[in-house]
């Protein structure tokens, strides 16, 4: 399977940076496994239930939301804890 393109928007990147350390080095793995594997089964990966084109991939208590967007490619628009992540989506 070719690699997918992953995209990360600013306010994403700005809360990958405010995690703790240890979920940092999680999430960036979790988010190169995304890139280079797709939807891989060492991932726990959900769609959102009402929102089209919208995922979330499971990092112990966090969650990195992500859409699909132009066939392959993925943006990552929100890494954050589980008890907020799916509020203002």
Do not use: C, W
């Not at 809360?15 to 979790?30: D, G, M, V, Y």
């Amino acid at each position: 399977m070719p690699a997918t393109r992953v995209f990360i928007d600013k306010r994403a990147q700005k809360q990958l940076e405010e995690l703790p350390r240890h979920i940092q080095i999680k999430a960036s793995a979790a988010i190169d496994l995304l890139e280079n594997e797709g939807f891989s089964k060492k991932l726990d990966i959900n769609k959102l239930k009402g929102l089209s084109n919208h995922f979330r991939v499971r990092v112990g208590t966090y969650r990195i939301l992500f859409v699909f967007t132009y066939g392959d490619a993925i943006t990552i628009y929100a890494i954050r804890h589980r008890k907020s992540a799916y509020t203002k989506i």
